[in-house]
T-cell receptor, first 108, second 113 residues
Framework: KNEVEQSPQNLTAQEGEFITINCSYS?????LHWLQQHPGGGIVSLFM???GKKKHGRLIATINIQEKHSSLHITASHPRDSAVYIC??????????FGTGTRLQVTL | NAGVTQTPKFQVLKTGQSMTLQCAQD?????MYWYRQDPGMGLRLIYY???????DKGEVPNGYNVSRLNKREFSLRLESAAPSQTSVYFC????????????FGQGTRLTVV
């Protein structure tokens, strides 16, 4: 079993839909990162959180430390949101362990 | 702000050839990392350097060596490339000991034939 599990693996949504991507982890962490990777592109950090909730524009990230679970929400989704979203947890020695990613496709 | 700069972006090697992937960051970060990304798998840690002068093995270090040349630069070397090392490689940096964001290079797409 992977230390970081994401669901779903693939997600197709229509423009305007509310999207949720989930991340569960099985190890103790100091922080959790949500990252975005566009096709052929680099990796960009969206959020880093260790408790509660953060919001940036149409993106919201929440974490429940007791349940070892985090969610990334996208409100009013748009085709430009199409990307791979990756959850990563920060453990010892600041090492990051990554989930396999959720591939999101938003259609018109 | 350059952030994390990786070179080259693309490389094709023949089996047995050697090469070095370069990574530099200008954010005064003390921790630097090399990851590989393969289809269907999350990024896996090859080597990391928690501070200048130290390096440690990650999850998949076999076939690789690293050098932390100074605080800015962290290079990854393939001494004798194998087809199994065909992958996309990412360098990353962060400030260790603090919960801060991680910054990634643009990636190097390496093909070994």
């Amino acid at each position: 079993k992977n230390e970081v599990e994401q669901s779903p693996q693939n997600l197709t949504a229509q423009e305007g839909e509310f999207i949720t991507i989930n991340c569960s982890y099985s190890v103790g962490i100091s922080a959790l990162h949500w990252l975005q990777q566009h096709p052929g592109g680099g990796i960009v950090s969206l959020f880093m959180l260790s408790s509660g909730k953060k919001k940036h524009g149409r993106l919201i990230a929440t974490i429940n430390i007791q349940e070892k679970h985090s969610s990334l929400h996208i409100t009013a989704s748009h085709p430009r949101d199409s990307a791979v979203y990756i959850c990563a947890v920060r453990g010892t020695a600041s090492k990051l362990t990554f989930g396999t990613g959720t591939r999101l496709q938003v259609t018109l | 702000n350059a952030g994390v700069t990786q070179t080259p972006k693309f490389q094709v090697l023949k089996t047995g050839q050697s090469m070095t992937l370069q990574c530099a960051q200008d954010m005064n970060h003390n921790s630097m990392y090399w990851y590989r990304q393969d289809p269907g798998m999350g990024l896996r840690l090859i080597y990391y350097s928690a501070s200048e002068g130290t390096t440690d093995k990650g999850e998949v270090p076999n076939g690789y060596n690293v050098s932390r040349l100074n605080k800015r630069e962290f290079s990854l070397r393939l001494e004798s490339a194998a087809p199994s090392q065909t992958s996309v490689y990412f360098c990353a940096s962060t400030v260790s000991g603090l919960n801060t964001e991680a910054f990634f290079g643009q990636g190097t797409r390496l093909t070994v034939v």
